[in-house]
Nanobody, 125 residues
Framework: QVQLAESGGASVQAGGSLRLSCAVA????????MGWFRQVLEKTREAVASICTGGSTAYGDSVKGRFTISHDNAQNMVYLQMNSLKPDDSAMYYC???????????????????WGRGTRVTVSS
């Protein structure tokens, strides 16, 4: 079992920045990839960013150049630095963990086994 707890969501104005945090508990050393996803109401969950063993990262097209994913293995934390925020970035943001030995697509929600409850980000124009 892996438990994930997101924090850092807030209401900000367009152009602002936020840093989301995800605390990983349980078996953090067993995770191979960590991801951030976002969802607006009933829409499809969208991949935001991922970071896998070895430090390789991937980003959704809509956030490239603005968001940065990082991890602190010593603290069992994963972060999402979000800059130049836009109203379209408003969503519930979820942290996800994969324990699979091989992850073919780290930006697919199907690659993940555990999910947090989410933290809400609202960007006003």
């Amino acid at each position: 079992q892996v438990q994930l707890a997101e924090s850092g969501g807030a209401s900000v104005q367009a152009g602002g920045s936020l840093r989301l945090s995800c605390a990983v508990a349980g078996y953090p050393d067993s995770t191979t990839c960590m991801g951030w996803f976002r969802q607006v109401l009933e829409k499809t969950r969208e991949a935001v960013a991922s970071i896998c063993t070895g430090g390789s990262t991937a980003y959704g097209d809509s956030v490239k150049g603005r968001f940065t994913i990082s991890h602190d293995n010593a603290q069992n934390m994963v972060y999402l630095q979000m800059n130049s925020l836009k109203p379209d970035d408003s969503a519930m943001y979820y942290c996800a963990a994969s324990l699979r030995k091989r992850v073919l697509n780290p930006l697919s929600e199907l690659s993940y086994d555990y999910w947090g409850r989410g933290t809400r980000v609202t960007v006003s124009s």
